[in-house]
């Protein structure tokens, strides 16, 4: 099939998507030559709407298609206290949990060196400005456990902290109906330094 | 996320392509997100140009962007030996072994009772009316070694040998560089039985 220009185009497009490798790019190509006019429409409009309309909350950089979100324009949550998470995919996981009322801020990445990501290139600048109004009693850091999650984490609650403003960090222990004979050794030392009295 | 009506339908469209969950979708999304006003018309280009351009070639029912399929103009093919093939791609691995020279027939498919596909379903009308000018030979039926591929494979050598047409089938054998111990029965007793003298 390498002599259909098209077809190759469309599988080197399909290839730039997150986790996709040749065979399902190859396959996600025939999906879309099996398609009939109207549901490539439907596909194509569907991108298309995606990208125009999306963008970022102008408080709290979460993805809507308004000015704010609809977690920022609810007047029941609780402005006071704000969730500083890596991406909006995290916001949907604490509200699953029905427990935070609370307001969320989304970063859009973590620091890292690595790979030429400083300070400046995810939404630190938004947040700060957020907490000059003193309203903000509470700042939780829910990053990923990981090094750079961390590390992002500690940098961010280095710059509140002469501000005033209490900031927090998600616990960490064992993850709920886990086994313990499989966690590994930093997650279980971790749950003993944080064990809680009965 | 689920507030976002654009995301949503978005996310929906790519659940739609072949193995793809709900968490490769929303990647998927995220990443449309993501790109810039090129990348997502290179991207939507990509989809429309190869579903306006690419139709069946009108002899072997593989694709093409032209009238016929590279391989039926090329006049150095054999055109009296037709390899039958389930789809395009199975196509691109006889091609990579430099071996066959014939010429090949796509059924885009194969019968499957199971899922209401029968023999008017796939492009078995096609192969007969290449057989009508007494200038193929032979029919190889390589499609895939499954119950499915099988049946398909028999039902048409069935069709094909009334008309005086050589109907042969694929070796069945344990595939080079594999390990014995690890061969599954049939395949092995089929490897006993097409023994061959050394």
Avoid: W
């Amino acid at each position: 099939m390498a002599d259909i220009v098209s077809l190759q185009r469309l599988i080197e497009e399909f290839r730039k998507m997150p986790s996709v490798g040749l065979k399902s790019a190859e396959r996600f190509a025939y999906y879309v030559l099996g398609l009939d006019d109207n549901q490539v429409k439907s596909l194509t409009d569907a991108i298309n709407n995606a990208h125009e309309k999306i963008h970022t909350c102008s408080v709290c950089c979460n993805l809507t298609e308004d000015e704010k979100c609809n977690i920022c324009n609810n007047p029941k949550r609780d402005s006071s206290v704000i969730c500083v998470v890596e991406n909006p995919r995290d916001i949907t996981a604490f509200e699953r949990t029905h427990e935070y009322r609370g307001v969320y801020h989304v970063l859009h990445g973590v620091m890292s060196p690595m790979n030429g990501i400083g300070p400046n290139d995810i939404r630190i600048k938004e947040l700060i400005s957020r907490l000059s109004d003193d309203t903000v009693n509470e700042v939780i850091m829910a990053t990923n456990p990981t090094a750079e999650g961390e590390a992002t984490a500690m940098y961010i609650s280095k710059l509140l902290k002469p501000m005033g403003i209490k900031v927090t960090r998600l616990a960490y222990g064992v993850p709920v109906g886990s086994d313990l004979e499989y966690a590994d050794e930093v997650t279980l030392s971790r749950a003993l330094d944080g064990r809680q009295l009965l």
